[in-house]
């Protein structure tokens, strides 16, 4: 079966760290590009951060930006994001997706990990 | 950076009339892979439509995508009680050697 499994959301204080990971199974990992997506409770979908199949680009967004950190292990299938410094602010359901194109649209979605920062 | 506007925010529509879901961007896109995606309640979205126009493995063909430059269309031709959901429109632009992506806000479309 063709699937993105995440892991690694929970609860963590302001300041602090994170890191979410997510499994690729019944494909090809490699040579996609893949994306990770958030959504706060109840509000709509805002892109996070993408790389390309050999890691050596990784686009954020600004909200993000110098605190998050994306990453890939090919040989593992796995996708990772780190996440520094975290804020009330990020709290949300992350999902890791993957692109269909180089760019295009997100064909496949995990479940969804869900991180809440809070004191 | 390309701002995606949907209208309107929530569509409220009787089984079998038609849904028309509106996406307009903040600037012409140079590009069409403009997306559509569906979200249920609890579940990830998924892919409806991509390139504006072509429908994802698995999409009912009663899911059409249509239009270019700044507005695209979503039109569900004889609404299913399935179809109840929140639907979002998608898009990328470039800049520098990279490019970012963006959601519109979100349409729901409630079945009386």
């Known amino acids: 079966e063709v699937q993105l499994v995440e892991s690694g959301g929970g609860l963590v204080q302001p300041g602090g760290s994170l890191r979410l990971s997510c499994v690729g199974s019944?494909?090809?990992?490699?040579?996609?590009?893949m994306h990770w997506v958030r959504q706060v409770p109840g509000k709509g979908l805002a892109w996070v951060s993408h790389?390309?199949?050999?890691?050596?680009?990784?686009p954020y967004a600004d909200s993000v930006k110098g605190r998050f950190t994306i990453s890939r292990d090919n040989a593992k299938n796995t996708l990772f994001l780190q996440m520094n410094s975290l804020q009330a602010e990020d709290t949300a359901v992350y999902y890791c997706?993957?692109?269909?194109?180089?760019?295009?649209?997100?064909?496949?979605w995990g479940q969804g990990t869900v991180v809440t920062v809070t004191s | 950076e390309v701002v995606l506007t949907q209208s309107p925010g929530t569509l409220s529509l009787s089984p079998g009339e038609r849904a028309t879901l509106s996406c307009r961007a903040s600037?012409?896109?140079?590009?069409?892979?403009l997306a559509w995606y569906q979200q249920k309640p609890g579940k990830a979205p998924r892919l409806l439509i991509f390139g504006a126009s072509s429908r994802a493995t698995g999409i009912p063909d009663r899911f059409s995508g249509s239009g270019s430059g700044t507005d695209f269309t979503l039109t569900i031709s004889g609404l299913e009680p399935e179809d109840s959901a929140v639907y979002y429109c998608?898009?990328?632009?470039?800049?520098?050697?990279?490019?970012?992506?963006?959601f519109g806000q979100g349409t729901k479309v409630e079945i009386k």
């Open positions: 019944g494909f090809t990992f490699a040579p996609f590009w």
């Open positions: 998608q898009q990328y632009d470039e800049y520098g050697s990279s490019h970012r992506w963006t």
């Open positions: 790389i390309n199949g050999d890691g050596s680009n990784t």
């Open positions: 600037q012409s896109l140079g590009n069409t892979y």
């Open positions: 997706t993957r692109d269909r194109g180089r760019p295009d649209s997100f064909d496949l």
